[in-house]
């Protein structure tokens, strides 16, 4: 069991024109084959999911983003809480999706309404015990089993420009880090307590 905890409820949530802001990430590690150097990105590339409570289907890391956090932390603490990684998450968001939420709505102002900001997460580490791991399971796919899964049309097109993102500029290579653990690329960087940032 997690000695961490995750936040529940919505006293803190964040809203934009009656749309909950949401914010989460797409959790990704390269598989190294020392055989074939030349396989490619895509099929290099793994992302984390993470089963929805009470359902089977699989989703990437998100949440509310609360009124006393940023919306990169609170796109690392959602990664922490529902599939327990931690990691170097890039500055620069994916996008921006807006979508109706699938669980019941009882505040009249958010109609079910959301508006998610994601990011990609690089993982460093996996925790053994994490906050919501009772309702979770993690499984890491590769890119094209990820879109096969992805059940909500808008995490698609999030990984198809994970994906392009990750072609264009090569970031997918291992970084170099410097001693504290923290990457020396980009010049702005952000410790927080779940992830480093990088842009």
Known sequence: MSNLSART?????????????VSG???????KDEEDSSVDL?????????SSPNR????FPKGGWEDDETVLEAASREAMEEAGVKGILREDPLGVWEFRSKSSC???ECCGGCKGYMFALEVKEELAAWPEQENRERR????????????????QSALEEFLRVMTEDGSSKEETLSPSGISKRGERQIDSRYCFVVN
């Open 25 to 31: 990430c797409i959790p990704y590690r390269l598989v």
């Open 56 to 59: 089977h289907d699989l989703v």
């Open 9 to 21: 409820g919505r006293d803190r949530q964040r809203y934009d024109n009656n749309f909950r802001l």
């Open 42 to 50: 895509e099929n290099k590339l793994q992302v984390l999911m993470v």
């Open 106 to 108: 009882e505040e009249a």
């Open 140 to 155: 890491w796919l590769n890119v094209k089993e990820a879109l096969e899964l992805c059940r909500y049309e808008w995490m």
